[in-house]
């Protein structure tokens, strides 16, 4: 790794990220140009003192993870996050690795939606992002480690979800899931990680080895766009629409409810209630790595 040079250019990145561009307030006492160091930290889900580190060359082995989180949280370009990896000795990730990167353009249509639930997947169902309201509105994501992240993973585990399902609406939820994991790894047959995940399913999930060989389910004819959350503050039904950035191969999931009803009401006393439990309202770029856990992603 090219120590000082990795520093150097995330400091210079980050002086050039205009605060009120990622909804952060500008105050007149403000000294940074840019982000300040705490809040580049976490927007990247890593701590002030690793960053400080990071940028004055005494850390020396950010993981690809950590290189990915900065990218995003810096809204690098295409090229600049390859720059990004190359500096911190990792290889660049190839077309037949599965995405994770959220490019800028995808950034600003999620920094519109910074008021309703939103999550991110990758094509594996592995988590990449959840804004605040999403986590007010199913229990906080950030601190899921590993196969936490993983949806599949959740789903089959039994792991607690405050979506209200049927036993038969679970049972095709699951195998939905599964058959579109099956895509993914025909598309990504190099992906080691990928590879890595579905092993891991395979051993500690009796029900994957039997979806895994089942025939592909076929699609409702009417599939459901409705939620049933079981929050604290009551039950909500929601419509739940699932948008895919094609050339990328990511999921945004979206969760919102018809104005002026009770849905809608119980919905704005969950992100506000939510939010405040958190002690701030995390940005939609922030990657969830560090909270604790709640309920699994729906």
Known sequence: METWEFGRMVRR??????????????????????LRREELAGLAGISA??????????????????VEALARALRLSGAERDLLYRLAGHATPGLDVVKSHVTPSVQRLLDRLSNTPVVVYDASWTLVLANAPY??????????????????????????????????????????????????ASRYPADREL????????????????????????MPAEPSKHKVVDHPVGRITLDCDTLVVATDDLRITVYTAEPGTPDAER???AVVLGTQAFGEVTQVGQLPVHHHQVGPVE
């Open 135 to 184: 986590d007010a509105l199913m229990g906080d994501t950030s601190g899921w480690r590993g196969l936490e992240r993983n949806t599949i993973w959740r789903n089959l585990t039994g792991l607690r979800n405050r979506v209200v399902h049927t036993a038969q609406e679970q049972a095709d939820h699951e195998a939905l899931l599964v058959a579109d994991l099956r895509m993914t």
């Open 49 to 66: 003192d690793y960053l400080t580190r990071l940028e004055q060359g005494r850390a020396t082995a950010p993981s690809a993870q950590v």
């Open 195 to 218: 590879q890595k995940l579905i092993a891991e399913l395979s051993g500690g999930c009796p029900r994957f080895g039997e979806l895994w060989e089942a025939d592909a389910p076929p």
């Open 267 to 269: 919905l704005a006393l």
């Open 13 to 34: 990145w980050r002086d050039r990220v205009a605060p009120d561009v990622i909804g952060l307030p500008v105050g007149r006492r403000r000294r940074a140009s840019g």
